[in-house]
């Protein structure tokens, strides 16, 4: 199975809303409503930040919201912060019964 | 509190096993399963398969079908992740994190084992 496709890397200034994409095919993302999004700083953990299309767990920021559309969902973070500069990565159920990983966006906060 | 703790750091030579382990805490370890991350120097994350530690049924990623074993013994709360015969190529942090079955996402994670594979 191959990894779900996002952008390498995506900016923007403090304040700002910005979006990552990930897309995949109806075999993962267009075919279940779960998909994840995580949250790496350096050398940390990932984190869980949305969890099937569009979940929040207890203690992340509304200012993280995910959706889809078909094949391809969407992060988007709005009222950009300085700690929100991260990798972020998606990850979708597969018709494997596994689970597939997009590559990871390195978000830059200006 | 729902804690992963993971065993530390290993430096092995090529063609040695190793057997790394996650042990849970703060949760019933059997009713949840538990997965295993790579993240290659440098690199993404990639899914390496699961395991419920309950009944012991295992799935893996067809990229780790046959590299490596999954494993758990509930009662002392630990899953395992075990190479019988290191490659370079294995040098990586890995990562225990529990799962939630419904959509297979990973809401705890451990810390990490870095495991680095040098002659």
Same mark, same amino acid.
């Given at each position: 199975q191959s990894a779900l496709?996002? !952008?390498a890397s995506v900016s923007g200034s403090p304040g700002q809303s910005i979006t990552?994409?990930?897309t995949g095919t109806s075999s993962d993302v267009g075919g279940y409503n779960y998909v994840?999004?995580?949250q790496q700083? !350096?050398?940390?953990?990932p984190k869980l930040?949305?969890?099937e299309v569009s979940n929040r767990p207890s203690g992340v920021p509304d200012r993280f919201s995910g959706s889809k559309s078909g094949n391809t969902a969407s992060l988007t973070i709005s009222g950009l912060q300085a700690e929100d500069e991260a990798d972020y990565y998606c990850s979708s159920y597969t018709s494997s019964s596994t689970v597939v990983f997009g590559g990871g966006t390195k978000l830059t906060v200006l | 509190e729902v804690q992963l703790v993971q065993s530390g750091a290993e430096v092995k030579k090529p063609g040695e096993s190793l057997k790394i382990s996650c042990k849970g805490s703060g949760y019933s370890f059997t009713s949840y399963w538990i997965g295993w991350v790579?993240?290659?120097p440098g690199k993404g994350l990639e899914w390496m398969g699961i395991i419920y530690p309950g009944d012991s049924d295992t799935r893996y990623?067809?990229?780790?079908q046959g590299q490596v074993t999954i494993?758990?013994?509930k009662s002392i709360s630990t899953a395992y992740l075990q190479w019988s015969s290191l490659k370079a190529s294995d040098t990586a942090m890995y990562y225990c994190a529990r799962v939630i079955a419904a959509g297979y996402y990973f809401d705890y994670w451990g810390q990490g084992t870095l495991v680095t594979v040098s002659s």
């Open positions: 496709t996002q !952008p990552i994409s990930c994840s999004w995580y700083h !350096p050398g940390k953990a930040m949305i969890y | 790579r993240q290659m990623s067809p990229s780790f494993s758990a013994d």
